[in-house]
């Protein structure tokens, strides 16, 4: 057994040292320990790697936030134990890391199960919103969510001690990191690709998972060409930890059973290089005319990409998908143009330039805003601000700014809209 800490994700390791490799990834807000009653049955036929997400447990504070991203970072800690080919099993946000592997990395993954999970987690304004809550006020308000997000009632009545640990795990995870894995779930998508996960795969889900409950696990089975659901009653999204046994005994089985023919690394056949052979060099001609080179052509103007496309992803990124979807749907045959103007000039050609980030753009936004009174697109762009990383404390001191630039009764009733939004969004529905 060992624990360490490697430069990319903080690994443990338990089992025999040659035995094949089934990796084991955590939900957003726990950390490996949420394994812990799979380990006694699983290491009797693997070497087990557990990891903890940036920022979890004891893992360094740095954030990484997508599903893509942390899968490059195990991977990289994997080649530095000489780890080729695995198994894996993730719950949550470790399931959305086995389905980008499943992806991204086919050739490496031997079997796959996916615990907790769905193709996309909720809507990316719901995780959204987390970032904001945690801003505002840390991580208690998603500690005390963890009970009925993470166990049944029955559970969590019956083993109060249990369900403290989770708290506490939550209440102890990184700020920064988890607002990071939360715009990881936001941005997680995997729908349209489903068919290209070529491994065995186990979708396992507790019966009262409010997180990602039977229905998304029906949609991953239904997607994914070879694979089996497995629902685990009497349990809700870390089933894991609430039903232990059972879930232990589906994945010794599906490992046991779908691993694929070998675990030996696959030899890459070495490149061989392409040997150019000079032609006969013409000898010079004496006295001879230089010939006459026409002017080269004028380059073709280089293709400018359509902003639109683009302009809509960020708009939607800063200003969420309900928002942009109630403007789009509500334009007709005489504002459609107009939408169309917005999302590929303000937001593809402007919002999209490199030279301003998102926090000082917003704070721009903010500034003019309150100068014109425009309040309602002041609302909007205070939710905008929020999602981009400001806090409740500097949307304060903007507008304070604003009032000596710009008018005490203009900040005034800035002040107004931007109290209500900051109440509405820093105020987590269970």
């Given at each position: 057994?060992?624990?360490?800490?490697?430069?990319?994700?903080?690994?443990?390791?338990?089992?025999?040292?040659?035995?094949?490799?089934?990796?084991?990834?955590?939900?957003?807000?726990?950390?490996?320990?949420?394994?812990?009653?799979?380990?006694?049955?699983?290491?009797?036929?693997?070497?087990?790697?557990?990891?903890?997400?940036?920022?979890?447990?004891?893992?360094?504070?740095?954030?990484?936030?997508?599903?893509?991203?942390?899968?490059?970072?195990?991977?990289?800690?994997?080649?530095?134990?000489?780890?080729?080919?695995?198994?894996?099993?993730?719950?949550?946000?470790?399931?959305?890391?086995?389905?980008?592997?499943?992806?991204?990395?086919?050739?490496?993954?031997?079997?796959?199960?996916?615990?907790?999970?769905?193709?996309?987690?909720?809507?990316?304004?719901?995780?959204?919103?987390?970032?904001?809550?945690?801003?505002?006020?840390?991580?208690?308000?998603?500690?005390?969510?963890?009970?009925?997000?993470?166990?049944?009632?029955?559970?969590?009545?019956?083993?109060?001690?249990?369900?403290?640990?989770?708290?506490?795990?939550?209440?102890?995870?990184?700020?920064?990191?988890?607002?990071?894995?939360?715009?990881?779930?936001?941005?997680?998508?995997?729908?349209?690709?489903?068919?290209?996960?070529?491994?065995?795969?186990?979708?396992?889900?507790?019966?009262?998972?409010?997180?990602?409950?039977?229905?998304?696990?029906?949609?991953?089975?239904?997607?994914?060409?070879?694979a089996r659901l497995a629902v685990v009653p009497a349990a809700a999204h870390l089933a894991p930890v609430e039903q232990p046994a059972a879930v232990t005994d589906l994945l010794v089985r599906h490992f046991a059973a779908s691993w694929q023919d070998t675990l030996a690394d696959v030899p890459v056949p070495p490149q061989t290089p392409t040997a150019f052979a000079p032609g006969p060099v013409a000898a010079p001609v004496p006295?001879?005319?230089?010939?006459?080179?026409?002017?080269?052509?004028?380059?073709?103007?280089?293709?400018?990409?359509?902003?639109?496309?683009?302009?809509?992803?960020?708009?939607?990124?800063?200003?969420?998908?309900?928002?942009?979807?109630?403007?789009?749907?509500?334009?007709?045959?005489?504002?459609?143009?107009?939408?169309?103007?917005?999302?590929?000039?303000?937001?593809?050609?402007?919002?999209?330039?490199?030279?301003?980030?998102?926090?000082?753009?917003?704070?721009?936004?903010?500034?003019?805003?309150?100068?014109?009174?425009?309040?309602?697109?002041?609302?909007?762009?205070?939710?905008?601000?929020?999602?981009?990383?400001?806090?409740?404390?500097?949307?304060?001191?903007?507008?304070?700014?604003?009032?000596?630039?710009?008018?005490?009764?203009?900040?005034?009733?800035?002040?107004?809209?931007?109290?209500?939004?900051?109440?509405?969004?820093?105020?987590?529905?269970?």
């Amino acid at each position: 057994m060992s624990e360490k800490t490697a430069d990319t994700l903080q690994y443990r390791s338990d089992g025999p040292a040659d035995a094949p490799v089934l990796v084991l990834g955590p939900s957003l807000g726990a950390t490996w320990h949420m394994w812990d009653r799979q380990i006694a049955e699983l290491t009797a036929r693997h070497r087990v790697l557990r990891f903890d997400l940036p920022g979890h447990g004891g893992s360094p504070a740095e954030p990484v936030a997508s599903a893509a991203g942390l899968t490059d970072r195990l991977l990289t800690t994997l080649d530095t134990l000489g780890v080729q080919r695995f198994g894996y099993a993730g719950a949550g946000l470790g399931a959305a890391v086995g389905a980008d592997l499943a992806l991204r990395a086919p050739q490496r993954l031997a079997s796959l199960a996916l615990v907790g999970a769905s193709p996309r987690f909720g809507t990316a304004d719901e995780y959204r919103q987390r970032g904001v809550v945690v801003r505002a006020h840390g991580m208690d308000p998603m500690a005390r969510l963890t009970p009925e997000q993470w166990f049944t009632p029955a559970f969590a009545a019956a083993q109060p001690a249990i369900v403290d640990w989770a708290v506490q795990m939550v209440r102890t995870t990184d700020p920064g990191c988890y607002i990071a894995a939360c715009e990881a779930l936001a941005a997680f998508d995997v729908r349209a690709d489903l068919a290209r996960i070529g491994v065995p795969t186990l979708v396992l889900v507790g019966s009262d998972d409010r997180v990602a409950g039977p229905a998304a696990a029906r949609t991953l089975v239904a997607g994914i060409p070879d694979a089996r659901l497995a629902v685990v009653p009497a349990a809700a999204h870390l089933a894991p930890v609430e039903q232990p046994a059972a879930v232990t005994d589906l994945l010794v089985r599906h490992f046991a059973a779908s691993w694929q023919d070998t675990l030996a690394d696959v030899p890459v056949p070495p490149q061989t290089p392409t040997a150019f052979a000079p032609g006969p060099v013409a000898a010079p001609v004496p006295d001879a005319q230089p010939a006459q080179v026409p002017a080269p052509a004028a380059p073709p103007a280089p293709h400018r990409p359509d902003p639109y496309e683009p302009g809509l992803k960020l708009r939607r990124e800063v200003l969420g998908d309900a928002h942009v979807d109630a403007a789009l749907d509500s334009a007709d045959d005489f504002t459609r143009d107009f939408q169309e103007l917005v999302t590929r000039y303000a937001w593809g050609e402007v919002w999209s330039r490199d030279g301003l980030d998102r926090r000082t753009r917003s704070s721009v936004a903010l500034t003019a805003l309150t100068a014109r009174g425009h309040l309602d697109d002041l609302a909007v762009h205070t939710r905008a601000a929020l999602r981009n990383g400001l806090t409740p404390t500097e949307i304060r001191e903007i507008l304070l700014q604003a009032a000596v630039y710009c008018g005490v009764p203009a900040a005034n009733a800035a002040f107004r809209v931007a109290a209500r939004v900051i109440r509405e969004e820093t105020t987590l529905e269970p």
